[in-house]
């Protein structure tokens, strides 16, 4: 017979194969599978009280504690037990059935279980307490330190990311965990903001910081220095920074060297170079060294004066030469910078100036030595270094400004230019009468210097060599005077050329650098031995040229309105594995002065997947503005309606202008070739202006500018 399991107050039983009774002693019937039918039976008559109790508070306890355990084994150490005892406790079924449940129920089985269960669900929730207290265990204390967030600053700012290390110290720094700021917290980030010339936020956190009663020191000073020096508002930072230094004056403060190279460079950026020599005065008294890096902040100034800017930069490098400074890569591109930008003032002047024999013995002289920084062994370091005294700066800022000298006459050089103009008329051109004693004569033909007995027919070539003003020693014997310095190719000529140039940077151990090569590109003759070497030279140099370098050279045929010799530069850029740029089509664009021009390059670039920016309108609507060609200027502007590019202030002075009548222009009276469809143009324009959007100049410092700052009462966002 098989008796099927059943289930029993939550636990399993297994039954004999004969018809034994369930242990749980509960109501549930059994049944007999039999063939074709199945049949309801009673089980059979219950064991003794004692054993039934022995058993089942066995059977509970093994089955709480050993889960594992099989139940068979259980059912048969129950049917070991002794016969006579099992015999003693018979009773009737019939009478008895279901009356056991009711005369021992399981109530101290399912108190004990449910005890024991209840303590080791208390003990193992402690235990999961104890391990939850130790991974989530709360710090004492804030979670981040000053220090922590100084690091983060200054990674932010190292990726230039000035917005959010801002909003990271002032938001949650300041405001969420409420941190006492360092000195160090603001000085990190008055650096940031000097470097992007972020001026008005710089002294915010410099005034904030002397609220919270914090101690600047020399780095924060230097921070602020940089930032007047930076800031696209000249007059404001010069302002600020002279401030700033009377105030330093004041409290008796006094700069390192890197403090005042950082207020020289104010000077040099913000004010003229008069005041860079009384910084570089100041320098000197209190004793600092000046560098090599001293004298590239004088080139800067230089650089900012753009009528004598270049004759001032070649007196510098002089000095330079006299205390036996080595330039370095800066200060080479600073010379080539001055060259292409600013003049060489009057020829006379710096023919006196420039010309004049060297000293044979540099300035050795040294400071006091009893006010020289700095510990006994550095003073020894710095004992065989050529010093710069206070009398070498005023003898430099007088050769500089001689006009200021009340001794030194400034020359007529209308006078002078008349008296030579008329000895060359009277006199034949080989004739060296009125020469000097060496009977040698400067004559300026396209910027060379030649002698005068060749000077007739000469004029291809120089007989005689240029002088390469950067290097003291070169013999120039020949040479009187200068002539006429005007193109960044006569500059360049003083500097023994592109082949000079370079010879003096591989004596002082200088190699040059993709910079160095685009501004010898932009100094050199146009279509010059020298322009046509240049790639061969870099290549020499180990120098790969860039999409600027090719740029450049775009930009100067362009301006020469030779559009295809700039077009046959870009198969070049294609065999050095370059593409071009939206900068190379601007410059392009610049040579594109004939309207089938202009078209095909906007066609070219829509071909290529490049949208037309508004420098590229700006430059092809500066062609047609200079012929005067409506028709053209119609159709750019109609272009520019399509692609829907606003126009900036540049583009609206030019169309404003062409717009125009001339003065005293009577169109009836007399016919003009070039105003005949200005009338066309005119209507338009104005109309063109109704339906095209204004493009806003962003404000310089409106991307460093925090999201959640408030505006001024002006409305301005200023933090």
Request: proline share 6%; hydrophobic share 35%.
């Amino acid at each position: 017979m098989t008796v099927s399991p059943r289930m029993c107050r939550g636990f399993s039983a297994v039954f004999t194969q004969r018809g034994s009774v369930c242990p749980w002693l509960c109501s549930v019937h059994c049944f007999r599978d039999v063939p074709g039918r199945k049949k309801w039976i009673r089980p059979p008559s219950p064991q003794p009280t004692a054993l039934l109790n022995q058993r089942l508070i066995s059977t509970s306890l093994s089955v709480y504690k050993l889960h594992n355990r099989d139940l068979e084994e259980m059912v048969r150490s129950s049917e070991a037990l002794s016969k006579d005892e099992e015999e003693e406790e018979k009773f009737d079924a019939d009478e008895s059935f279901g009356l056991l449940t009711q005369k021992y129920p399981p109530k101290p089985f399912s108190q004990a279980a449910a005890a024991d269960f209840h303590t080791v669900r208390l003990q193992t929730k402690e235990e999961e307490e104890e391990d939850e207290e130790l991974e989530i265990k709360p710090r004492w204390g804030r979670r981040n330190t000053p220090y922590w967030y100084f690091l983060q600053c200054k990674a932010l700012i190292k990726k230039n990311k000035l917005v959010e290390a801002l909003e990271l110290f002032e938001v949650q720094m300041l405001k969420e965990e409420r941190l006492w700021p360092e000195e160090f917290n603001y000085t990190v980030l008055i650096g940031g903001c000097g470097r992007v010339g972020y001026l008005k936020k710089a002294f915010r956190l410099y005034n904030d910081m002397k609220k919270r009663d914090l101690t600047p020191t020399i780095a924060t000073y230097t921070a602020l220095f940089n930032a007047c020096a930076e800031t696209p508002w000249k007059d404001s930072g010069l302002q600020s920074a002279l401030k700033l230094r009377q105030e330093l004056i004041q409290k008796g403060i006094e700069l390192n060297p890197i403090a005042y190279r950082a207020l020289l460079k104010c000077c040099a950026l913000c004010s003229d170079l008069r005041m860079c020599l009384d910084i570089l005065k100041e320098m000197v008294e209190n004793g600092h060294q000046i560098t090599i890096d001293t004298f590239n902040i004088l080139l800067m100034g230089c650089i900012n004066d753009k009528e004598n800017g270049f004759r001032y930069a070649l007196q510098v490098w002089q000095q330079m030469a006299k205390l036996n400074l080595k330039p370095d890569l800066y200060t080479y591109n600073l010379m080539l910078t001055a060259a292409k930008y600013c003049g060489i003032g009057d020829s006379e002047v710096a023919s006196k100036l420039l010309l004049r024999p060297s000293e044979k013995h540099p300035t050795h002289l040294r400071l006091n030595p009893g006010r020289e920084p700095g510990t006994k062994s550095q003073r020894k370091k710095r004992a065989n270094v050529p010093a710069l005294m206070v009398s070498d700066v005023e003898a430099l800022e007088k050769n500089m400004f001689p006009g200021d000298n009340p001794k030194t006459e400034r020359p007529n050089r209308n006078r002078d230019d008349a008296k030579d103009s008329a000895k060359l008329k009277s006199s034949d051109p080989s004739d060296v009468s009125h020469c000097d004693t060496d009977g040698s004569l400067v004559i300026s033909h396209q910027h060379q210097l030649v002698p005068g007995s060749r000077a007739e027919n000469s004029f291809s070539e120089p007989a005689i060599p240029l002088p390469n003003l950067l290097d003291p020693q070169s013999p120039a014997p020949h040479v009187v005077s200068l002539g006429t310095v005007a193109t960044p190719s006569d500059r360049l000529a003083l500097m023994g050329n592109m082949e000079g140039f370079l010879k003096k940077m591989k004596d002082d151990k200088v190699s040059g650098n993709i910079r160095t090569f685009i501004l010898l590109a932009e100094n050199v003759e146009l279509n010059s031995p020298s322009e046509s070497s240049l790639l061969a030279v870099m290549e020499e140099n180990n120098v790969k040229p860039d999409v600027a370098f090719f740029n450049t050279l775009i930009r100067k045929k362009s301006k020469k309105a030779d559009l295809e010799a700039a077009k046959s530069l870009l198969p070049l850029m294609l065999q050095n594995g370059l593409s071009p740029d939206l900068y190379t089509f601007c410059n392009l664009a610049i040579a594109c002065r004939k309207y089938k021009e202009g078209m095909q390059l906007l066609s070219d670039m829509k071909r290529s997947g490049i949208k037309p920016n508004v420098q590229i309108y700006g430059a092809l609507i500066n062609a047609a503005v200079r012929r005067l060609n409506y028709t053209y200027l119609i159709e750019i502007l109609k272009d520019m309606s399509r692609n829907e590019v606003a126009p900036n202030e540049f583009i609206v002075n030019m169309l404003e202008f062409a717009a125009q009548y001339p003065p005293n222009y009577d169109q009836y009276q007399k016919k003009d070739h070039y105003l005949e469809k200005i009338d066309g143009f005119r209507a338009f324009y104005f109309r063109w202006l109704k339906w095209m959007p204004g493009e806003e100049t962003p404000h310089p410092w409106a991307k460093y500018r925090c999201k959640k700052s408030a505006p001024d009462k002006d409305g301005t966002r200023l933090e």
